[in-house]
């Protein structure tokens, strides 16, 4: 089972910032928090992970609580090519196996 | 361009008759991974291969085979294909040294068996 849990969809207007939700309560210590996004029946495209700190990219900025039990990926400023289903994923590493979990499909409305 | 290739990208084919999906990645990466995709499932790990000779079960491997004997090859055997198989199919690469570890994937194959 996955590690994590996602509200299975959530709109955003287009412009604004998405913020997607992760809830991790069982995350060890040495697990970092990973976020990929599919769109459409592409392959998944991999956004940005962090351990303990927050973390920012030219894509997007990840905000993982100081107990590490949730975090938050934000699209800071969403377009409609942000219309996806987004993954949040629990692992160590050098974890071979892993697991998906089902994600967050986000609609940015015009 | 750093990339990973699926081939084919789709396919038809019927109960029974051998197949192989290929993928390819040309970024040197000691890992490789099989994934397949249905409705209401999301994404499920079939196999994956630490490095060349190393492979291990994902959460499906049921009727699937894989082999690693080089490095930027991985190819999905499939030896008797029945319509449960019937996917997307998504193979993925990720270093393992030295770095995030974030995994790059390919375009993806639909196989549908009848």
């Known amino acids: 089972d996955a590690k994590t849990t996602q509200p299975p969809s959530m709109d955003c207007a287009e412009g604004r910032a998405a913020n997607l939700p992760c809830n991790h309560s069982?995350?060890?210590?040495?697990?970092?928090v990973y976020w990929y996004r599919q769109i459409h029946s592409q392959g998944p495209q991999y956004i940005i992970h962090?351990?303990?700190n927050n973390e920012t990219n030219e894509m997007a900025s990840l905000i993982i609580t100081e107990d590490r039990k949730s975090s938050t990926l934000i699209l800071p400023h969403a377009t409609l090519r942000d219309t996806a289903v987004y993954y949040c994923?629990?692992?160590?590493?050098?974890?071979?196996?892993?697991?998906f979990g089902k994600g967050t499909r986000l609609h940015i409305l015009p | 361009e750093a990339q990973v290739t699926q081939n084919p990208r789709y396919l038809i084919t019927v109960t029974g008759k051998k197949l192989t999906v290929t993928c390819s990645q040309n970024?040197?990466?000691?890992?490789m991974s099989w994934y397949r995709q249905d409705p209401g499932l999301g994404l499920r790990q079939i196999y994956y291969?630490?490095?060349?000779?190393?492979?291990d079960k994902g959460d499906v491997p049921e009727g699937y085979k894989v082999s690693r004997k080089e490095k930027r090859n991985f190819p999905l055997i499939l030896e008797s294909p029945s319509p449960n198989q019937t996917s997307l199919y998504f193979c993925?690469?990720?270093?393992?040294?030295?770095?995030?570890?974030?995994?790059?994937f390919g375009p993806g194959t639909r196989l549908t068996v009848t």
């Open positions: 962090g351990l303990k």
């Open positions: 069982t995350i060890s210590g040495n697990e970092y």
């Open positions: 994923i629990v692992k160590w590493v050098r974890d071979d196996k892993i697991i």
């Open positions: 993925a690469s990720s270093p393992r040294t030295g770095g995030s570890y974030e995994q790059y």
């Open positions: 970024m040197n990466h000691e890992y």
């Open positions: 291969s630490m490095n060349v000779e190393v492979t």
